[in-house]
């Protein structure tokens, strides 16, 4: 996290654990605002990678399951990075700002996600680089967000998911296209006068709001313990957008793209909900109530304002409808499947 950001949040009253703001001084009450209000949170837990060279183009476009040639100045788009086996290996926003691109992703998977894709450089004129510790990132979201941001800003991206906006040094991406969500990225100076602008209408809270949002739209996150875990459908890529069936060959293309002509799909990510107060984590195994081996894998999962947890999950799609679902063990809390913000036929 950057030092000057920090010290700024923790001056307004942001309460930390684990390098994350938890909230800002009313943890219960800030909670209840989340589903209903506007507000702001930090995004310090997503990091930021820039992508130089003549070739960075090419080298995404060999890497990534999207088409890059798609992404422009004011479009960003949904991405994913797989192993040669067709396994997700991280997912992600792929922008582009004053030419140079930019892969926004989980700040935990920035080490092995560098390390690893250095290796497919080779001869081509690609940096890739770790600019986390130069920017600082906030998230927007409510109703009448996207007429805060133009208040504070002047103006702001296309009404569409993934518009992009480049604007004295700040940088802001829309996410969502039915309730306005946005992330700002700017220097921290500049970062701070625009959290004062929005916090006169939007409620601070802390950074698990961005994290329920993003779970309850159906947008998975692939972290560690979940990584190459999953092709991209499984975690209902296509479906959002993440994928081009029509681009030349990337990484794991060939697994990828028999998968989705072929039709054989067996798993898929679901929206799910448990009366519990105990907080799965990323990778922990769900069962059916008969089996003792695990039918499927928590993605992603936060408290949900009204009581419980809210998690998405992939699950066998032959199961999932019909079988009793549990968190943990056989016996453990029953999972209710709702339904997803998007169509999954």
């Known amino acids: 996290m950057v030092e000057q950001w920090i010290k700024y949040l923790r001056q307004i009253g942001a309460q930390f654990e684990n390098h994350t703001v938890t909230h800002f001084g009313q943890p219960v009450d800030e909670q ?18 820039k992508v130089t060279g003549k070739d960075a183009q090419s080298f995404l476009q060999r890497q990534l399951t999207n088409d890059v040639e798609q992404v422009t100045e004011v479009k ?20 582009k700002s004053e030419g140079i691109y930019y892969i926004f992703l989980p700040e935990e998977n920035i080490v092995s ?22 920017f600082a990132r906030i998230g927007l979201a409510g109703a009448n967000s996207q ?19 480049t604007h004295d040094e700040i940088i802001v991406l829309r996410v969502t296209s039915d309730i306005p969500r946005y992330v700002i990225i700017s220097k921290a100076a500049r970062l701070q006068k625009i959290w004062e602008c929005l916090s006169q209408k939007a409620r601070p809270v802390g950074t698990q709001a961005w994290q329920l949002l993003n779970i309850l739209t159906g947008f998975p996150q692939i972290l560690l313990e979940t990584k190459e875990e999953f092709t991209p ?6 479906l959002l957008g993440g994928i081009s069936f029509t681009k030349g060959c990337y990484v794991g293309q060939e697994v990828v793209a ?12 679901y929206l799910v909900k448990a009366e519990t107060d105990q907080l ?4 922990d195994t769900v069962y059916c109530a008969a089996d003792t081996q695990g039918l499927g894998k928590i993605v992603n999962a936060q408290f949900h304002p009204e009581g419980g947890i809210v998690a998405l999950a992939v699950l066998p799609i032959e199961h999932a409808e019909t079988a009793p679902i549990h968190l943990h063990n056989a ?13 999954v036929n």
């Open 280 to 283: 799965p984590e990323a990778g």
């Open 233 to 238: 459908q499984m975690i209902n890529l296509q």
């Open 32 to 49: 209840q605002h989340v589903l209903t209000d506007d507000i702001l949170m930090d995004l310090s837990y997503l990091g930021v990678i």
């Open 331 to 343: 016996q453990g809390a029953r999972l209710q499947i709702l339904n997803l913000p998007y169509s």
């Open 76 to 95: 960003a788009q949904l991405n994913a990075w797989c192993s040669p086996k067709g396994r997700t290996i991280a997912n992600f926003r792929l922008f």
């Open 113 to 134: 996600v560098l390390k690893r894709m250095q290796m497919f450089v080779l001869r081509d004129d690609v940096k890739l680089e770790d600019i986390s510790y130069s």
């Open 258 to 269: 028999r998968t989705q002509h072929l039709g054989i799909l067996k798993r898929r990510l």
């Open 147 to 165: 007429t805060l941001l133009a208040d504070c800003l002047g103006q702001t991206p296309d009404l569409t998911v993934n518009s992009t906006l």
